[in-house]
């Protein structure tokens, strides 16, 4: 149903297409876009990274592609006699067959038994095609005079069509298509090859699956035009170049040789649709190129061309200005003559059109595949003047990709060794078309070894946008030649690029589980989809935004190629040489190379709406690492290749045959003891079982094949994995074997299996075919350089059963049909003469060499049978004895001797010299000589160099190991005038071997990976040492086959034989040599794209989660959440291990090697990523307060134990694995070592430490410290959790975390707390004391029970700290209670008996004690607030750094952390200058003011003991003070490793002194005793007095 509305499109488009063709008025309109935008886009296709600028024009109207039919017009007069039979067959319907007498019924009868199907007329069909397949389809002409014209457009894969009137479409009289896209098959009347009937189309698949749409169709052409018809023509003369073509009217000219160039031109007004044909006789070849501006079009000087083999043809719409004529200039270009040297073709232009022969395509029919083909000369780019690139097959360097259907596809791939893959497959669905929109990329600035693109971002601003004549809108109008567009970006969607990762995840799930490269390539693809996107580029634009790159040069050791392709010596540079650079002596030299590093832009975050800035700092750092370190495989899919078939090619030579030998050769039974068989004298092969040869070669193959590659068979034939290697032999023998046709007596060797050819996409008829063994002909580089890529290994020809049979032969002389067709062979009847028996002698028991004079059964049956060597065949001789079959002696060797003397030694110093074979001519004659000359060097610029990497011979030469012989030279004075070798036939050992060279097994056509040979050659660089280094073999050029001196061999088996013709042929079981490549082609295909998709996921590891968390909490609808599940590991490496195969991984600070039995089976991919030692800092200033011991708990990477005793340290980055499949055996590490010796002497002992939940726990490892790495062996499940380099002690297990502090800090702890415990209760007794005697005793509350109060809280806390600080790190919370709190406590206790001297000092004497109070309260509480609004905001401020920690930032903390911890010490050296401060303010109040009450009581009785107590407290106290300032400031700078006898003298002479003489001299029990002792003397104003003076005192004790 979808055909068939197809078809009614497609027929109202042509209807709307001949309304405007025939109705509108030509005015010279053209179209302008809408709007014209470009956008820079990246993209990874196949591991190769792309800038593209992707253009984007869009109409307010429909754009269309006009295709004709386009054939010079057919005038009924040239109907050929004889074509109005009775009837035309049509074999396309089976009852034709039946009614027209016209049909062969062998056709007939072979079209039904094979099921052929017919293609109708203009209705297109989608055919999938598996590979190696061949597919025949009918199509039927029904009347002569119309064209055919049959189109295939691709949807994936790549195949041939040829088309004939023959059943197997596969003579010299056939259409071709090899075009790369859209094939192109046209048949015009005017062909002398043309006839009506039907057509026999064959294509092939050879090289993947394929899928495709074909359209036939059977177009009836318009009439030449008539006079009134042409008279409307504008006039057009000749002139010196050009020829004038008028409308309708073809031009034909035929021409010798090649290389010429003919110029026409048409003179025309108005608008035309133009329809422009070439058209050639087979075997010849010419292009054609139009323009309107440039006389001489040609190439990039154009705007429609066409360069097809065969037809060309386009067309194309083009308007002159209104009112105004327009020449259009036309170049034929005719470069390929036939093999006569002759080339006719003829030139048609057309702009009458039929309502058959004219269709417009909308965009929305175009193929994705097919987009460039289609859009072939569409648009042009100017960068200057003298810089403009166009949109074609051939350009170069392309860098013009059309994108259809939709602007979000991408484009297809510019880089040459990616133009091969195939893996546009029919699981990937193209995006919504839009019709009236055009798109296109340029690429930007790439350098390859095929491509070189200067095309920068900064040009595309002022680009020029020329549009040819190839794209038309629905009102006739054409396009707007100039253009230029603006740029745009796309955004970041936080809840778009969700939905988009999931469908990556989805993708790269099914990745893991394909086995093939064509699927892996597929879902490669779909990724490269969906990161062309503009949802997946705006997030990707948003992450480099954040991240800044900047480029430099360095010197670095390379074997990097530092020179141009435009460089003449780059082919002679062993590191730019294709042969060269794999295969040679290129060894690291110093390079200056452009290096690209990346620095986070912390302003771009920082203005951005990112979420959670700090932490999207933090990750992008870890981008930065990661980018930097970064190390993924490097993808050298050609190198298993090669080896491969290095094992393929030598099973075969040993168990079948080489180009220059045979497995089985033998001259004597003792040359087949090997097979276990004897020789067979008469074809000088062993008589072998051909099973049993075949089970030989697929177990060499199988015992060759690596562990992987075993891996690959079991899964591509769906062997079980736990298979034997028996069975898995025994099923590829299964797999490859074929029915097929074979001579027992040639040594098992099949036709199909003795002659391969060399098959390859030859564009010129001049291409020879090579035949050998396999395609490398002891050639170094392929002679015919119009051979394009794409080949493969097929034998010439096969065979069914019947033609099998059908080889019959006569059995007594084999040798009689040699120079006669079989036919010509069998026509006569046997020879009545010779009678009807024979006596015979066969070897093989199949094929009998008749014995002579033997007359009857009975003296045959008794004649014995001596075969003796004679050159290079046998001698028979009948009737002789052992001992005289013993005594006859031949040469393996035809030789010369002058005496029987020296038989034997002339025959031994005779042989065969394989140069001598080059000397045969194509005859079979050996030429006396030829001239040897050099090698031709590659001219840069020819075209040449993209063929050949080295020098080469040219196609009328003989190849020869470093050398060409030219034949064309006939004589050696000529020869060696020129300066060269006049050379002649070898006839001696010596001078056979004189030559040697580097012999090497390697791919002649590299940028190829449907390649599935390879070639042995001989490199021209080497030397002999380099030769051994680059896997290559030193050998002779050429070999020597020497005579051997045979005695005869006396057989016993002649037997009595009917004379008949007899097949000499088997038909049976047989490996075939296709299958069995095409096995191990999909296996070593496996291998490579596992290889490829090692480097993606690497790649799309070191990426893709910093992008997801960026677009997260970075983009549009951005989240706070993105960190929560955030990895804290960073990919750095990927790598491919394979059960049965070791493997050693690294990275910049680790290697990781791999057993053989790593995997029990199958492949996997290897996730190296590292974890950060950052990210495992412990936090040293832990307190906002200072530390004033140290215990050895808080290390700055420390490992601790289950009684969190600090046992270890971090002492570098860890790594963590994770593979596809789980390892069954343990891995060895090496982690590299930040420091060689730990900062704590009791941590000994090297280890390694595994991550598990977030802490790090020893596992006690056997390691050794080797060139600063640490390495030992782990188990799979601690490789994936994480291992880390640590240093521990040994008692790690079992020790407590009392026996693992210092000894020293914890005894001053425990001292201190005691001190601290006993001056607390001592302050808490004289609180309880005073508060029973305020109820008891009606005692006023004394303010020394108010400082007391504060002291006691004071003491308690400190005590508390000291006991508990050993055996527990505190947390923020308890560290403000335990370590900050107390310190403003004493502050509070002393700021009471401060601000009381201070209120004493300030007030009259005579003041009451309430107002004396009062103003000392009001002093307290505003020293207080100030105190505690301080310790407020240093509370907050340290508490909001501590927030950011490893677990809110997903442990990707390595900017957070370091900076938050700098941060925290600098809060904390805050703290301590403010307490310092205060205790300085304290000290000089103090000092201050009890020098001042003291000078106040100077002269006044009664009060000694008040004044001596003031002085000693003035003294005390301010001293104490001024030393807790600097102690306080000290203790803060060297927290990292306080001194404990320090700390402890400080704490014991600022803290514990004043706090213990205050309570000495104040405490409840004290007071009252003074008080009641003065109570007797003294009046109540004086106990007053003193009440206030020990008040007074005791609040300066306080301090």
């Not at 920068?456 to 549009?467: A, F, G, K, P, V």
């Not at 141009?564 to 002679?572: C, L, P, Q």
């Not at 004493?1400 to 609004?1429: D, P």
């Amino acid at each position: 149903m979808r055909m068939q509305v197809g078809g009614i499109t497609r027929l109202l488009l042509v209807g709307l297409s001949l309304l405007w063709v025939s109705t509108r008025v030509a005015s010279g309109q053209s179209l302008s876009p809408v709007s014209a935008t470009f956008q820079v886009k990246s993209v990874q296709v196949a591991s190769t990274p792309m800038n593209f600028a992707v253009f984007r024009m869009e109409y307010n109207e429909s754009l269309f592609i006009p295709q004709a039919t386009n054939c010079p017009p057919f005038d009924p007069s040239q109907v050929p006699t004889g074509s109005g039979s009775p009837c035309l067959c049509d074999y396309s319907s089976t009852a034709s067959c039946s009614s027209c007498s016209e049909c062969d019924q062998t056709k007939c009868d072979r079209i039904q038994k094979s099921g052929w199907k017919a293609l109708s007329n203009g209705a297109p069909q989608q055919i999938s095609m598996k590979k190696s397949e061949v597919l025949t389809l009918l199509f039927h002409v029904p009347v002569f005079g119309n064209a055919f014209d049959v189109r295939v457009e691709m949807s994936y894969g790549k195949i041939s069509m040829f088309m004939s009137k023959d059943i197997e479409s596969e003579n010299s009289n056939q259409w071709f298509s090899y075009a790369p896209g859209s094939l192109f098959i046209l048949g015009c009347p005017s062909q002398k090859e043309y006839s009506a009937g039907t057509y026999f189309i064959r294509i092939f698949s050879h090289y993947s699956d394929s899928s495709f749409r074909i359209t036939a169709r059977s177009v009836p052409l318009l009439s030449p035009p008539n006079s009134s018809e042409r008279s409307t023509e504008l006039p057009c003369e000749d002139d010196d170049t050009h020829k004038c073509i008028y409308d309708g009217i073809p031009q034909a000219m035929s021409i010798n040789g090649g290389g010429i160039q003919i110029y026409y031109k048409h003179n025309f007004t108005g608008c035309k649709t133009f329809g422009m044909g070439l058209y050639t006789q087979f075997g010849a070849d010419a292009d054609v190129y139009a323009s309107d501006s440039e006389i001489f079009p040609y190439e990039d000087t154009a705007q429609v061309w066409s360069y097809r083999t065969g037809a060309d043809q386009d067309t194309f719409r083009v308007c002159s200005e209104p009112g105004q004529s327009k020449l259009l200039f036309i170049t034929v270009d005719c470069w390929a003559p036939d093999s006569n040297d002759i080339l006719n073709f003829t030139l048609s232009l057309n702009t009458r059109h039929s309502t058959q022969s004219l269709r417009l395509i909308p965009f929305s029919d175009i193929l994705y595949r097919d987009a460039p083909h289609f859009m072939s000369s569409a648009l042009s780019v100017e960068k200057s003047k003298d810089e403009q690139y166009y949109c074609g097959d051939f350009a170069y360097p392309k860098i013009l990709w059309p994108m259809f259907p939709s602007y979000s596809s991408v484009p297809f791939y510019p880089v040459a060794p990616i133009l091969s893959l195939q893996n546009i497959r029919k699981d990937f669905v193209t995006p919504p078309v839009n019709d009236k929109l055009f798109t296109f990329a340029i690429l930007l600035n790439v350098t390859t070894t095929y491509t070189q693109v200067n095309m920068m971002e900064s040009d595309l601003h002022n680009l020029t946008i020329r549009m040819h004549w190839k794209i038309m809108v629905s009102s006739g109008a054409t396009l707007n030649a100039n253009l230029t567009a603006t740029p745009v970006a796309s955004s970041c969607d936080s809840n778009k690029f969700a939905v988009i990762q999931s469908e990556i995840l989805a993708i790269v799930e099914k990745e893991n589980k394909a086995l093939t490269s064509d699927e892996i390539e597929s879902l490669e693809f779909q990724l490269s989809v969906i990161q062309f996107g503009d949802d997946y580029i705006g997030c990707s634009a948003l992450l480099q935004r954040f991240v800044t790159s900047f480029s430099g040069t360095e010197i670095q050791n390379s074997t990097a190629c530092d020179r141009s392709r435009s460089d003449y010596s780059f082919n002679f540079d062993p590191c730019c040489s294709e042969l060269g650079k794999r295969y040679d002596s290129c060894v690291p030299r110093p390079l200056l190379v452009q290096v690209t590093n990346q620095k986070v832009n912390d302003i771009a975050v920082t203005n951005s709406q990112c979420q959670s800035k700090s932490c999207i700092v933090s990750l992008l750092q870890d981008y930065e690492t990661a980018q930097a370190e970064a190390s993924c495989p490097t993808i050298t899919p050609l190198d298993s290749t090669v080896a491969k078939y290095r094992d393929l090619r030598a099973c075969k030579d040993k168990y079948y045959s080489s180009p220059t030998s045979n497995a089985i050769d033998c001259r004597t039974d003792s040359d087949c003891t090997a097979w276990n068989s004897t020789c067979n004298l008469y074809t000088q092969l062993c008589n072998v079982n051909k099973a049993k040869q075949d089970e030989n070669f697929i177990r060499c193959l199988v015992n060759a094949g690596e562990s992987s590659q075993l891996q690959a068979v079991y899964s591509l034939l769906g062997i079980p994995r736990e298979s034997s290697v028996e069975q898995l032999f025994s099923a590829v023998l299964k797999n490859v074997t074929s029915q097929s046709c074979f001579d027992p007596s040639n040594g098992g060797i099949s036709p199909s299996q003795k002659v391969w050819q060399l098959h390859a996409d030859a564009v010129s008829a001049n291409c020879p075919k090579q035949y050998c063994e396999d395609n490398s002909c002891e050639v170094e580089e392929n002679t015919c350089w119009t051979w394009k890529r794409g080949w493969y290994w097929s034998p010439d020809f096969q065979m069914d059963q019947q033609s099998c049979d059908s080889l019959r032969v006569p059995n007594w002389n084999r040798t009689l049909c040699d120079s006669k067709s079989l036919q010509d062979c069998q026509q006569n009847d046997i020879n009545p003469v010779l009678g009807q028996f024979f006596c015979g002698h066969s070897e093989d028991g199949n094929t009998f060499q008749e014995i002579p004079s033997i007359p009857s059964e009975s003296q045959c049956e008794s004649t014995t049978v001596c075969l003796v060597p004679q050159g290079k065949g046998v001698l028979l001789l009948s009737g002789l004895t052992e001992d005289s079959c013993n005594s006859q002696f031949g040469c393996t060797e035809e030789f010369n001797a002058t005496s029987a003397s020296t038989l034997k030694e002339s025959c031994e110093s005779s042989g065969r010299c394989s140069f001598n074979n080059f000397l045969i001519d194509s005859d079979g004659t050996m030429r006396m000589g030829a001239c040897k000359m050099n090698r031709t060097l590659p001219v840069i610029g020819s075209g040449v160099e993209t063929f050949f990497f080295g020098p080469y011979c040219d196609l009328s030469q003989v190849s020869i190991p470093n050398a060409c012989l030219d034949f064309s030279v006939e004589n050696k004075t000529v020869c060696e005038s020129a300066g060269w070798e006049w050379v002649t036939p070898i006839t001696n050992r010596l001078e056979c071997e004189r030559e040697q060279g580097c012999f090497q097994t390697l791919l002649s056509d590299e940028k190829s990976i449907t390649f599935y040979g390879t070639t042995n050659a001989f490199s021209y660089q080497k030397n002999q040492q380099t030769c051994a280094s680059a896997g290559g073999v030193w050998k002779n050029y050429y070999e020597w086959n020497g005579g051997r001196w045979i005695n005869g061999t006396l057989r016993q088996n002649a037997t009595w034989q009917a004379r008949e013709y007899e097949s000499y042929n088997v038909y049976s079981d047989s490996v075939d040599f296709y299958k069995t490549q095409l096995l191990f082609s999909l296996v070593v295909a496996a291998e490579n794209a596992a290889n490829a998709l090692s480097a993606a996921v690497c790649h799309r590891s070191l990426s893709e989660s910093f992008l997801t968390t960026v677009a997260c909490g970075c983009g549009s609808n951005s989240k706070t959440n993105c960190f929560d599940n955030l990895d804290s590991r960073i990919p750095v490496a990927v790598y491919r291990l394979c059960s049965g195969d070791a493997l050693s991984a690294s990275t910049s600070n680790s290697t990781i090697d791999f057993s053989p039995n790593s995997l029990s089976s199958g492949c996997s991919d290897v996730v190296i990523s590292t974890y950060s030692a950052l990210s495992f800092r412990g936090q040293i200033f832990r307190s906002l307060s200072s530390n004033f011991l140290t215990f050895d708990r808080e290390v700055s990477f420390g490992i601790y134990n289950n009684e969190t005793a600090p046992v270890g340290e971090l002492r570098g980055n860890g790594i963590s694995l994770s593979t596809s499949l789980p390892l069954s055996q343990p891995i060895r590490i090496c982690l590299a070592l930040r420091e060689l010796q730990s900062n704590n002497a009791a941590f000994d002992v090297y280890d390694f430490a595994v991550l598990n939940d977030q802490t790090l726990s020893p596992i006690s490892a056997n390691v050794t410290l080797f060139m600063g790495r640490l390495c030992g062996t782990v188990s799979p499940q601690n490789a994936n959790n994480g291992v880390f380099p640590i240093s521990r002690r040994s008692d790690w297990n079992t020790i407590s975390l009392a026996d693992s502090l210092d000894r020293t800090s914890f005894a001053l702890s425990n001292v201190l707390g005691a001190l601290f415990s006993v001056i607390g209760i001592a302050c808490v007794v004289s609180i309880i004391s005073g508060i029973v005697f305020v109820l008891t005793k009606n005692v006023p509350w004394l303010l020394t029970d108010t400082v007391m109060v504060f002291m006691a809280m004071f003491i308690i806390i400190r005590a508390a700290y000291f006991f508990v600080i050993p055996y527990t790190i505190a947390g923020s919370a308890a560290d403000y209670v335990l370590s900050s709190f107390p310190t403003f406590l004493y502050f509070t206790a002393f700021s009471l008996i401060l601000a009381f001297w201070m209120a004493t000092f300030n007030m009259k004497q005579k003041i009451s004690g309430s107002g004396l109070i009062r103003y000392g309260t009001i002093i307290v509480i505003v020293t207080n607030v100030i105190l505690y609004a301080i310790f407020l905001i240093l509370v907050v401020t340290y508490s909001q750094i501590v927030k950011v920690s490893p677990a809110q930032c997903g442990r990707r903390t390595e900017i957070s952390l370091s900076s938050g911890q700098t941060s925290q010490k600098a809060i904390s050296i805050a703290y301590a200058v403010v307490v310092s401060v205060v205790s300085l303010v304290f000290g000089v109040g103090f000092l201050y003011f009890g020098i001042s009450l003291l000078s106040k009581m100077q002269g006044a009785t009664g009060n000694s003991a008040t004044r001596r107590r003031i002085t000693i407290m003035t003294v005390i106290f301010s001293i104490s003070f001024l030393l807790h300032s600097p102690f306080i400031i000290i203790v803060a700078v060297l927290s990292d490793r306080p001194s404990a006898i320090f700390s402890f003298i400080g704490l014991f002479v600022t803290e514990i002194f004043p706090v213990a003489f205050f309570l000495a001299i104040s405490n409840r029990l004290r007071v009252l005793a003074t008080m009641s002792v003065s109570a007797a003397s003294s009046t109540k104003k004086e106990v007053s007095l003193q009440m206030i003076s020990h008040s007074r005192s005791h609040v300066s004790a306080a301090e």
